[in-house]
């Protein structure tokens, strides 16, 4: 398997900017995982969902950013308009339901100036 | 609420000494423990775990035991190398909680020749 992939590894964009990061899970996976990684905060859980359904989406800063899956094979986080403190490395990471380790894709890291 | 804390970095450390990197946490019931660890420029990697009190989750010369008594998950290895170089996250999962994870910093370890 290819493992987790995201696109694309480098975004750079102006702010005001729309902003569509892209993951495809593991096959067979059905926990899906969206990621920020900052100096300042760390890592945080932004939303994740369970075949395709959000469970849990406290973790989203604020409404210029959404995610969708619109099916088992593929998810997108949007931030619309971007901000320069939207700047971070961006994870998806999957799971199989009954496991214990999510499997994390390489990261998009996004530069909005 | 629930929380991981991990001792700040960066660890720097000579080859083949020995490593703790120092975990604790604060949770209700008794979570999960893990240790992930990121490479320059990749994504986490699960690298341990211990599901239950006095379990000793190990791989890759890496080990931890989950102590209740002490609420900590300690890491350490006898001899590390070069190519162990990366942050290590300390993370804990609730039961119930459809395998959401809460992570601590990340301690960055340096190891020279």
């Known amino acids: 398997d290819a493992g987790v992939i995201q696109s694309p590894r480098h975004e750079v964009t102006e702010m005001g900017q729309e902003v569509t990061l892209r993951c495809k899970p593991i096959?067979?996976?059905?926990?899906l995982f969206w990621y920020r990684q900052t100096m300042m905060r760390g890592l945080e859980l932004l939303i994740y969902?369970?075949?395709?359904?959000?469970?849990?989406d406290s973790g989203m800063p604020e409404d210029r950013f959404s995610a969708k899956m619109p099916n088992a094979s593929f998810s997108t986080l949007k931030i619309q308009p971007s901000e320069p403190r939207d700047s971070a490395v961006y994870f998806c990471?999957?799971?199989?339901?009954?496991?214990?380790?999510?499997?994390f894709g390489p990261g998009t890291r996004l530069t909005v100036t | 609420g629930n929380s991981v804390t991990q001792m700040e970095g960066p660890v720097t450390l000579s080859e083949e000494a020995f490593l703790t990197i120092n975990c604790t946490y604060t949770?209700?019931?008794?979570?999960?423990l893990f240790w992930y660890v990121q490479y320059p420029g990749e994504g986490l990697q699960l690298l341990l775990k211990a599901t239950k009190a006095d379990d000793k989750g190990s791989n890759k010369g890496f080990e931890a035991t989950y102590r209740k008594e002490t609420t900590s998950f300690h890491l350490e290895k006898g001899s590390v190398q070069v190519s162990d170089s990366a942050v290590y996250f300390c993370?804990?999962?609730?039961?119930?909680?459809?395998?959401?994870?809460?992570f601590g910093t990340g301690t960055r370890l340096q190891v020279t020749l």
């Open positions: 949770a209700t019931g008794y979570p999960s």
């Open positions: 990471a999957s799971m199989a339901g009954g496991q214990y380790e999510q499997y």
């Open positions: 096959s067979g996976h059905d926990y």
């Open positions: 993370a804990l999962r609730l039961p119930g909680t459809a395998s959401k994870l809460t």
């Open positions: 969902f369970n075949n395709n359904v959000p469970i849990d």
